[in-house]
């Protein structure tokens, strides 16, 4: 009986906490988009330019690029900058992977430009302006892997394929949660592509 009762509050602890890990991410600050199209499959996105800290990995996959950008990224908006400033942390985490090479950025908050930004410690942080771009979006659940990020981006490309869009540049993944929010992840892979309104 009382081993039931242990389980029973340690289970009870960890709806309570992952609840609290759920609702945390609305203050979170997001890349702002605007949304063109939605449907069942995929939706369309218009991002504005945007600054981003940017890490470069001989990495060719999520599982080599993970953990090792974002300590390094994470370093420089914890302080690791030479002004010894906290930056907060936004979503998502973007990544693009290849076989010549990966990158991470952080997505920088708003009222952040590369005039006003601190400057990383770490020299092989860069920062830059994103160009503004129409994606076309793909989501998925739990937690990301190769294999997952490789199934969506095929599904996503055959999709455009179908309806005649035009994929102008290379998928990126984005990751929207914590390593230790366990429920309600948010995964995405978003391709460039043309679209005139």
Do not use: C
Not at 23 to 28: A, G
Not at 137 to 152: L, M, P, Q, R
Not at 164 to 193: C, D, H, M, V, W
């Amino acid at each position: 009986m009382k081993a039931l009762l242990i389980i029973l509050t340690l289970v009870i602890i960890y709806f309570i906490f992952q609840s609290f890990v759920r609702i945390n991410p609305l203050k979170t600050e997001k890349q702002k988009y605007r949304l063109v199209l939605q449907d069942k499959d995929i939706e369309i996105r218009y991002y504005p330019t945007a600054t981003f800290a940017t890490i470069y990995s001989p990495a060719t996959n999520y599982k080599g690029l993970a953990s090792n950008g974002f300590r390094k990224l994470a370093g420089f908006i914890f302080g690791g900058n030479e002004q010894n400033e906290s930056i907060s942390m936004t979503a998502p985490v973007r990544m693009t992977m290849s076989e010549k090479g990966s990158s991470m950025s952080f997505v920088m908050p708003e009222k952040y430009a590369t005039k006003n930004l601190p400057t990383p410690k770490d020299k092989n942080i860069q920062i830059q302006q994103s160009q503004p771009e129409y994606v076309a979006v793909i989501s998925f659940g739990g937690y990301a892997t190769d294999e997952k990020i490789a199934s969506n981006t095929i599904k996503l490309q055959q999709v455009l394929a179908q309806r005649n869009i035009k994929a102008i540049g290379a998928f990126s993944f984005l990751g929207y949660n914590a390593p230790f929010q366990f429920i309600g992840r948010t995964n995405e892979i978003i391709i460039p592509i043309e679209w005139k309104e």
